[in-house]
T-cell receptor
Framework: DAKTTQPTSMDCAEGRAANLPCNHS???????VYWYRQIHSQGPQYIIH???NNETNEMASLIITEDRKSSTLILPHATLRDTAVYYC????????????????FGAGTRLAVHP | DAGVIQSPRHEVTEMGQEVTLRCKPI?????LFWYRQTMMRGLELLIY????????DSGMPEDRFSAKMPNASFSTLKIQPSEPRDSAVYFC???????????????FGQGTRLTVV
């Protein structure tokens, strides 16, 4: 699976949008972009994933560039509870089983939301 | 569903002792993953199962570590003998994989914090 690059840390004011970037310049055609987050002392939590179209759910939006070499996770109105480490993961789909390859976590971005 | 359930939540043991960590995946899920997290190395995938069969155990650090999945609702990770460097938080995760699966994201348990003294 392709490697991802994320900033080590970011700050965001409560109520503002948090935009977390991720570079995946070596991504291939069958690889999806996944985002997870880990709040202190908890297990990682799935946020969103996409292939090439922008995606939105109740937690966040995912913007993927047209060349798919980078993406941005957007938390539209960050709260203090969004303080966590955010992981961007590129994951291939197995053409035989239809499932996804294993999740490999990098160092992630430590997002601090402050009042 | 109660989610992925891991036990115990905390384990303190002496070096040389056997340690067994337990995981109950979400009912209906057919893939199970064991991860280890430390400050130095982050989240590392140790092993994952699909339909109770180990698919990839390349992350298992050494022969002291072993994992089993005797049925679809239970898995264990055993360390024997344990060493202080095994101290970490161990996470279990499960997901539904396969053709036609609607939701394939992995759901994680709360983890087991292991301390080997």
């Amino acid at each position: 699976d392709a490697k991802t690059t994320q900033p080590t840390s970011m700050d965001c004011a409560e109520g503002r949008a948090a935009n977390l970037p991720c570079n995946h310049s070596t991504i291939s055609g069958n690889e999806y972009v996944y985002w997870y987050r880990q709040i202190h002392s908890q297990g990682p939590q799935y946020i969103i994933h996409g292939l090439k179209n922008n995606e939105t759910n109740e937690m966040a939006s995912l913007i993927i560039t047209e060349d798919r070499k980078s993406s941005t996770l957007i938390l539209p109105h960050a709260t203090l509870r969004d303080t966590a480490v955010y992981y961007c993961i590129v994951r291939a789909r197995d053409p035989f089983s239809g499932g996804y390859n294993k999740l490999i976590f990098g160092a992630g971005t430590r997002l601090a939301v402050h009042p | 569903d109660a989610g992925v359930i891991q036990s115990p939540r905390h384990e303190v043991t002496e070096m040389g002792q056997e340690v067994t960590l337990r995981c109950k995946p979400i009912s209906g899920h057919n893939s199970l993953f064991w991860y280890r997290q430390t400050m130095m190395r982050g989240l590392e995938l140790l092993i994952y199962f699909n339909n109770n069969v180990p698919i990839d155990d390349s992350g298992m650090p050494e022969d002291r570590f072993s994992a089993k999945m005797p049925n679809a609702s239970f898995s264990t990770l055993k360390i024997q003998p344990s060493e202080p460097r095994d101290s970490a938080v161990y996470f279990c995760a499960s997901s539904l994989q396969g053709q036609g699966a609607v939701n394939t994201e992995a759901f994680f348990g709360q983890g087991t914090r292991l301390t080997v003294v």
